[in-house]
């Protein structure tokens, strides 16, 4: 048996280290194909991992910025959420402060009707006592008067009748902010709504003996869909007025027409004639302002609101139909016409 | 319907000096007029006295004018009698309050004179 000694070991390896090495020493490694394959492999190896490499680094670099660029997002948005929270909180006290405000308003609109309410009553009250003793004494219905006392007297009543209409307008003040939401349209009779009207003014136009025509056509008026108290106020104004600047013996006429009525959207035409002061050339166009009063009918009534034909054109307006005038012409009375048309149907919103 | 009886008025208000003055005119005309100075009184007097026309204020001392208006027209025998309003009041809910209750008419005193109540009176009463 040839058991291997210490020197048999070594040197095995010895020589198999020689048969290894000696390629190398001798540089005769270069005839070994596998050298060269090796060789080859071995530097495409070095330049992949070196890419990997970069390209690792790079991403590494990128998901570092990535997190960066997250942490300072949500930097930035907790700091905007810290502004938000204090955003709402102002937005909360404010809403706070609007449903308080809101509700001071209301209490202080309810205050102001009941106030106007109250005060209209209050002052009517004695206005109407003062107009009927005026009345009845002018009238001799207390005793006998003679011609001087009448003619005081009816000044008196003329003058007590400018007081109730200026009481009157403080109704119609609540109504200069209306909107059209708050107008409750519904059919009415006009023919119903004018005769009452002139009623109300025949004392008024007796005192200056002014002649009260009411023209209306020959066949029936159909109903009109309108907000029978605002539109009373429209004709109620037109005809104080008329009655206001016509002198005596003058004539008032309202006339319905219903010439435009087989339109295809049809309407009444109503019109107010006086024959009065007339309106100056240089002020027609701001007869419809609000405050705005002709100089000669501040000349001719120095009380007044300058409010009514203002408030009369927002109303008609608002029933969507146009109100305009006309002063009269020629050789005859002068005098104004104020026109308005109604359309009989509204159209609902 | 004999019209050489003098037709009955009741006037329903509480103000001295405009029930007087209105009673008066009234009574030139040739009214039978009765008064009524709070909505009590009224209600008390209109059943047994059975008026062809009521003037009614609104604003009575104790009950008020629509209560006295309601009461009228729920009682059979007293409904079919015309009711006036007559009053100061004048915001468009007291208006519609009062037809709506039944009222035939509803005049603002300070807008009319005691003449053209006369007139009004002959009108509903045709």
Do not use: C
């Not at chain 1, 005839?31 to 992949?48: D, E, G, R, T």
């Amino acid at each position: 048996m040839h058991w291997p000694t210490i020197e048999n070991y070594a040197g095995d390896w010895y020589n198999k280290g020689v048969l290894i090495l000696d390629p190398f020493l001798n540089f005769s490694f270069i005839n070994y194909p596998s050298f060269w394959v090796i060789l080859l492999v071995f530097f495409i190896a070095v330049f992949y991992l070196g890419r990997f490499w970069q390209s690792r680094e790079s991403r590494l670099q990128l998901l570092i910025d990535e997190a960066n660029l997250k942490t300072q997002q949500i930097q930035e948005l907790e700091k905007v959420n810290r502004e938000l929270e204090v955003k709402n909180r102002e937005l909360y006290s404010k809403e706070l402060g609007l449903t308080l405000a809101n509700k001071k308003l209301q209490t202080l609109e309810e205050a102001k009707s009941k106030f106007i309410s109250v005060a209209t009553h209050q002052l009517r009250t004695p206005l109407a006592a003062i107009k009927w003793t005026l009345d009845m004494t002018a009238k001799g219905q207390l005793g006998p008067v003679n011609d001087d006392q009448k003619k005081f007297l009816l000044q008196g009543l003329t003058s007590t009748n400018r007081v109730i209409s200026i009481v009157n307008d403080l109704l119609k003040v609540d109504s200069i902010d209306a909107d059209q939401a708050d107008y409750n349209f519904a059919p009415t009779d006009l023919v119903k709504l004018i005769s009452n009207l002139i009623f109300e003014f025949n004392s008024q136009a007796a005192l200056k003996k002014i002649n009260f025509v009411f023209l209306k056509p020959q066949t029936a008026v159909p109903l009109v869909e309108i907000d029978a108290d605002k539109i009373r106020m429209v004709v109620e104004n037109l005809i104080d007025n008329a009655v206001k600047y016509t002198p005596e013996n003058g004539q008032v006429t309202v006339k319905i027409s219903d010439e435009q009525l087989n339109r295809a959207e049809g309407s009444l035409v109503v019109s107010v004639t006086d024959s009065g002061i007339g309106i100056p050339a240089s002020e027609t166009d701001k007869i419809f302002h609000k405050f705005f009063r002709a100089s000669n009918a501040i000349k001719a009534e120095p009380d007044g609101s300058g409010l009514g034909l203002f408030i009369a054109r927002d109303i008609i307006e608002k029933h969507g139909g146009a109100i305009w005038f006309e002063n009269q012409s020629g050789s005859g009375p002068q005098g104004t016409v104020f026109s308005f048309t109604l359309p009989l149907h509204q159209k609902k919103v | 319907m004999d019209n050489t009886e003098p037709k009955k008025i009741l006037i329903v208000e509480d103000d001295e000096f405009l029930r007087s003055l209105n009673a008066k005119r009234l009574e030139t005309e040739g009214f039978k007029v009765s008064v009524a100075v709070d909505g009590q009184s009224a209600l008390d007097l209109i059943p047994k006295e059975l008026p062809d026309l009521i003037f009614l204020d609104l604003l009575l001392p104790g009950v008020d004018g629509f209560e006295v208006l309601k009461k009228i027209k729920a009682d059979e025998k007293t409904k079919a009698i015309p009711v006036i309003v007559f009053s100061n009041l004048g915001q468009k809910e007291d208006i519609e309050k009062a037809h709506n209750l039944g009222a035939q008419d509803f005049l603002v005193k300070a807008n009319f004179t005691l003449d053209d109540v006369v007139l009004k009176i002959k009108e509903v009463l045709k």
